[in-house]
């Protein structure tokens, strides 16, 4: 179980780093149209965390 909890959070931060350094890299013109793209995109990485946060919660609690 501790394996899978590790690959699980590599990957999210693996995809997080990948996004938010290609947002990084476009010009003004395109930055600026997609800001509200990437603020959702944001949003969606942390609700990503928090329901993965619950879920390993549940499952340790039911577990004991």
Request: hydrophobic content about 55%; charged content about 10%; cysteine-free.
């Amino acid at each position: 179980m501790t394996i899978s909890i590790i690959i699980v959070v590599a990957i999210s931060l693996v995809a997080l780093i990948g996004t938010l350094s290609l947002a990084g890299k476009s010009d003004s013109d395109y930055s600026a149209s997609t800001r509200g793209n990437l603020l959702n995109l944001s949003y969606i990485y942390m609700g990503l965390a928090l329901i993965l946060t619950v879920g390993i919660i549940y499952f340790v609690i039911k577990l004991t």
